[in-house]
């Protein structure tokens, strides 16, 4: 492989997030905020290299945001439980493996943020509409044209990148810079004596 072909690649991540519009990320984070100060949960799901995102960004946010014997978020990947989902997909559909986990565990005070490269995955939108029916806030991290979710989400950061690979990386940069937030902004809460 030529190093024009690593290039290639940084320049179009470079690219993508140098105008980019952050007010959604900075509005995501704050929902987190008050999420976790009221002690409710965030719920996380996606597919493929989106399910693993998820799964990765709710370990951070549980103990990478608080590492100092603190509390960390309470959080969980709907795509984590391999026994919940085949079941569901199995017994249900598989376009019901996100909702029916979020009518069955969602509430007052929780969050939901779904990652999706196309934004038009049925478990996706279904998981959306679930949590908007019983209202809760719903945020999505999308690529490509958006798909049903661009709209569909309460608030939605909509990279339009034709590109699964990099779409997928750039749910983890902004799962990565709200991670480093909430962390910062609790070691400052901490610094101020406020609990």
């Known amino acids: 492989m030529e190093a024009r072909y690593c290039q290639h690649y940084a320049r179009v991540m470079s690219e993508v997030t140098a105008d980019f519009d952050w007010t959604p990320v900075t509005k995501m984070a704050e929902s987190l905020w008050e999420c976790w100060e009221?002690?409710?949960?965030l719920y996380l799901c996606g597919n493929g290299g989106s399910a693993a995102n998820a799964v990765h960004l709710a370990n951070d946010l549980l103990y990478g945001i608080d590492p100092e014997g603190g509390k960390g978020m309470k959080v969980e990947a709907l795509s984590a439980n391999t026994s919940v989902l085949t079941?569901?997909?199995?017994?249900?559909?598989?376009?019901?493996?996100?909702?029916r986990q979020i009518e069955a565990k969602g509430g007052e005070g929780d969050v939901l943020l779904v990652f999706s490269g196309s934004g038009n995955s049925d478990n996706v939108v279904r998981a959306i509409e679930s949590a908007k029916s019983i209202g809760i806030p719903t945020f999505a991290v999308l690529g490509f044209e958006g798909g049903k979710c661009l709209e569909l989400?309460?608030?939605?950061?909509?990279f339009p990148i034709n590109d699964m690979q990099i779409a997928e990386d750039l749910q983890m940069v902004v799962g990565h810079i709200i991670m480093k937030w909430l962390k910062k902004s609790r070691a400052e809460t901490k610094?101020?004596?406020?609990q």
Do not use: P, Q, R
């Not at 009221?38 to 949960?41: E, N, Q, W």
């Open 38 to 41: 009221s002690g409710g949960h």
């Open 153 to 158: 989400a309460d608030t939605s950061i909509h």
């Open 87 to 99: 079941c569901l997909a199995n017994d249900t559909s598989y376009a019901e493996i996100f909702s």
């Open 191 to 194: 610094d101020s004596g406020v």
